[in-house]
Structures are given as structure tokens and as C-alpha cells.
């Protein structure tokens, strides 16, 4: 069955880094639309980035623009979440999510999600 397992979270210094992997069986992730989301506290999930199946353009939310990349590794089949100059704002738990239907970058458009890991952004 298809199944997506995040990794790569845990505790870093506010100006860190960390990469979050997101690997797919079942199914070739390289496929389909990808989208990392996360819930912050106080705050509702919401996407942080996406790469498209169609035109492999990425997109990303405001606050972690020149900060963040989404990729994939078509030979792993694993998409990726390279996290620079981390904040304690982006302090949540990260999931990867697919959409095999379409190419949004929505939690009403995601067909397939991980457990998701935990970012701790502290001094």
C-alpha cells in the first residue's frame, strides 16, 4: 500500500539547519505533486512548500521563502525538505503529503500523508 514516512526532524538552534526526508513505497513519488506542511502552535496545518508533477516549478509560503527548498531524489524515491536559517517560529510537526489526483498545494488536495516529525527551532 502506499505509504510515506517522514525523518530528519528534532532540535536545533534558532540560524540552523536541518533536512527532513519524506520516503515513499507503494507507489513512484516522482509522479506526483509533493507538499510539506506543517502545524505551529496556535496555528492550523498549512503548506510550507510544494514541487509540481506538471512543470517541477515549487512554490512556497512567505515566511520561509529564500529559506527553505523542496526537491526530490527520483532514485531513492524520496522527496526532501532542506531548512535553513531555521526560527523558532517554524517550531511544529512537518508532514509530507501527495496529491495523486491533481497539483495543488492544499490540505483538502492531499490524497496520501505521513505521520509527520518534529521540528524544535530553540536556544
Known amino acids: 500500500q502506499a505509504q510515506l514516512v517522514e525523518s530528519g526532524g528534532g532540535l536545533v538552534q534558532p540560524g540552523g539547519s536541518l533536512r527532513l526526508s519524506c520516503a515513499a513505497s507503494?507507489?513512484?513519488?516522482?509522479?506526483?505533486?509533493i507538499g510539506w506542511f506543517r502545524r505551529t502552535r496556535g496555528r492550523e496545518r498549512e503548506a510550507v512548500a510544494c514541487?509540481?508533477?506538471?512543470?517541477?516549478?515549487?512554490s512556497y509560503a512567505d515566511p520561509v521563502k529564500g529559506r527553505f527548498t523542496i526537491s526530490r531524489d527520483n532514485a531513492k524515491n524520496t522527496a526532501y525538505l532542506q531548512m535553513n536559517n531555521l526560527k523558532p517560529d517554524d517550531t511544529g510537526t512537518y508532514y509530507c503529503a501527495v496529491d495523486m489526483r491533481g497539483s495543488t498545494c492544499t490540505y483538502a488536495g492531499m490524497d496520501h500523508w505521513g505521520k509527520g516529525t518534529l521540528v524544535t527551532v530553540s536556544s
Open positions: 507503494g507507489f513512484t513519488l516522482d509522479y506526483y505533486t
Open positions: 514541487i509540481r508533477f506538471s512543470d517541477e516549478n515549487t
